[in-house]
């Protein structure tokens, strides 16, 4: 295409314009000297040229894409439009908004977390290896399977090890002791996730061997906030829990760990140990081309490989390895979370379209006049609805846009208020980017958006009958018997998918005070919780432990207002440890231990601490130590499943449990004495059955496991106090690092604040749904009032002769009443149907409500019952003061 | 917005406007009524230009580049926008020229043929 044909086309037309005159006055020249009189000469002049105009304008259009200028023609009528009705413009833009805005925040959730790529270079290739077993596939590692897996090189790049959480680090050697993330690696870790570096290096093999030497990689943030970013920090040397460590290397900005790090240190793993324990997991990134279906062929060829060399105990006949995309495994269940979430979303978004398709098709029946004006005077079918569906857009652009800044800024506040448990978004929701993706959709559903509100208005105006319309008087025009039908099924849509968001938020609702009502099994109220890491060298036996923990617990006692103080290596409503077990004298059943449970080391003063009842038996005291007869103390969902009968010979208190046999030398242990019952925790977290749990005493355990524990996990301090436990926290923690000879605390919690952490999903569910709930709901309430009000004011003169004919103004009402109400019944049968189907999508997200909760499904008809019923009351209510005179006056 | 037809060059072929207008340009340059007369007449009035279509003709030349204009004054002694072909143009005229002459030697050699 020639684009000079576009340019200076005012100029050419002025300029055409004058060619034609010259042209026309030679032609004339011409016919004169032919002895043409001098009109005679101008008529034929004229005559063989033809209309001036019409050639002007061929080439004008010649000139011209006429699409865009008839766009831009209707643009610039429908802001014209709008700012006649500023106040019919304000409200439908802000409805737009308000339904775009909401998809745009959760939207841009769904992106940050389900489809942006991972930091890492490369980020699809790297997996997560887990364990499969017919209950599911899970990540963890012991020694022995990371070195076989790291021996497949066939399909991995790399195979890194690393901490599942970390136990947590202490920088000593300075005024400010400080306990950091410290996250224990192999050294292929780096390599693996293409970490930049930003001085220095990362460990050599060498280092990550036994008797490596004490070597660490910091991250650049410790090196900012700790050392100042000095470059001389290289090959320094810094205390970690009182031992030198020397600095290799410092990790480049933006290297971002789903598994947050200040510090690495390196595992320096016994490749040739048999130690079975899964203490830390596993990633590795696949060479390139090799595809996660042939890793998995392979890893199952390295479980043949892993029995033949370990025995049939260390990995079942039915269990086996696999990889998982880390990505994947990251997200876990979100996905259905989000998805949900986006279904409510679009929820609001239809119900605010049929809003506003509503507002617009009242707006277009008093524009009929208008519209058959246009029609008259040439204007086609097409062109009409052009203009209209130009007019939609140009509302859903400018919601859309004001919808963009809205939902962003709700997300983020959102989601600092209450991060809601979803991964991969950052610390308060930080992580979450304005990104094409976000700014695409956003400009995709605000196009859709203007053409679903916009057409069904748009094809009815242009459908208008010239001669009805032209000759109707102006103010009785209507839409007429079909508008008012599309009308009221346009509210139907909108107050049916209302019901159905009440109905999810009822649901969700209930199932937040179910869960809040849940009794975890231990104290909320005045018990303050802390991390106190005990990695360093001290520590590698349970004695010291034991006399920390004895040290701690007297000086916290002696402290006013502190009521009680125990110590434990879990954390009671987080994922803890598993152990398997044996009861002494049980023979077994098809399996070759009796059974798993949860395992946690406590100190004496636990239970009394977290005020967990004591049901059977006694408690730990402070005789249980190393030397004292070993004992054990469960809880009751493990009584109930192990000694289901209270028969004489099948009391628990009698019997001894074999801890963890086969575990590893780690754990090698004799029989435990079960000498109390304790009642049962919601450990993982209130939406979960007890777990059975079995309790040893921190100062019994066998010294390799306390190594062991000490490199994985912290140990929690418990304390109670006589009043808000937050006044204390200086003074325990100042008591703590006497006792413990300059071990700081960290994670200050009280144990209110984690059982909040814990349901801080069902809370976020909860809150979306219900302000997406209430946003419906008040749309919807707008919608029948509209429909309403605009049916009497339509039935104005209907209502003047009934009333001159002497209906009671009672009937009037009830006639307007029953009309609105016969809608809103069949919303509410519509809704509810919608809402039975459609829960059971939500079914997983339930806690103690079934999903066809009778209460959820019959209060939010009757509150939207109750909406509709005050929307339609006004309208009523003017059908009964309509002036027979002025009604029938107006004809 | 429907674009209709280009409008029909009297009896003039389609696509042979273009080059009978720069043919008539050959010598020098013309007013948009000089050259419709110059056609007419050079033809003995076999070929009739419809003015109408003549100057949308001279324009999407000049778009092309193949002419150039500019005012002047008319042996008339009145305003014109005379054309001038460009060195474009000339050669786009021989090249027009060349495939004229073999199409209709072509059409001649079928016609000659088969007639009688």
New interface residues.
Partial sequence: M?F??FQGRSK?DR??A???E??L???E??NRARGLTPQEAHRQANL????PR??RE??W??RSL??VE?LGRDFRFALRSFSKSPAFTAITILVIAVGIGVNTAVFSVVNTVLLRPLTYPDPQALVQLVNISPRGAFPGASIPRFNLWRQQTAIFQQVAAEDFGGAGLNITGGDHPQQVQGIHVSADYFAMYGAPLAAGRTFTAAEDSPNGGHVTVLSYSLWKSRYAGNPNIVGATIQLDGQPYLIVGIIGPHFVTENPADLWVPYQFDLNSHDMVQFFTVNARLRPGVTIPQANAQLRLAADQFRREYGANALPPDGGFGVQSLQESLIGDTRLRLFVLLAAVACVLLIACANVANLLLAKAASRKREFATRAALGAGRIQIIRQLLVESLTLSLAGGLIGLALGYAGVRLLLRINPGDIPRIGEDGAGIALDLNVLLFTLAISLLTGVLFGLAPALRASRTSLSVALNENGSHASVGVRGGKLRSALVIVEMALTVVLVIGAALLMRTFMKLQSVDPGFALRNVLSMTMSISGDRFQTSAPVAQLIQQGADRLHALPGVLDAGVSNCLPMADGFGMSFDVVGRPHGKGPVTGGAGFCSISYGYFSTLQIPLLRGRAFTRADIASAPAVVVINQAFARQYWPTTAANQDPLKDRIQIGPGAGPAFAEGPRMVVGIVGDTHDRGPDSDPTPMMYIPLAQMPDLETALNSRVAPLYWFVRTQSDPHTFINPIAAALREASAGLPVAHVLTMSEIEARNIARQRLNMLLLAVFGSAGLLMAAIGVYGVMSYSVQQRTHELGVRMALGAPTANLRNMVLRHGMTLTLIDVLLGGGGALWLTRFLASFLFGVKPLDPISFLAPPLLLTLVALVSVWAPAIRATRVDPMTALRTE | MILKKPPEAGEILQGTLDMLILRTLVLQPAHGHTIAHAIEQTSENALEVEQGSLYPALHRLEDRGWVSSEWGVSDNNRRAKFYRLTDKGRKELDAATGRWRKMTRAIDLILGQSFE
């Fill in positions: 020639n000079k044909r050419k300029d055409f004058e060619e034609i010259s042209h006055a030679h032609e020249d011409l063989r040229f033809g209309n019409t050639v061929r080439e259009r010649f006429p699409f008839d």
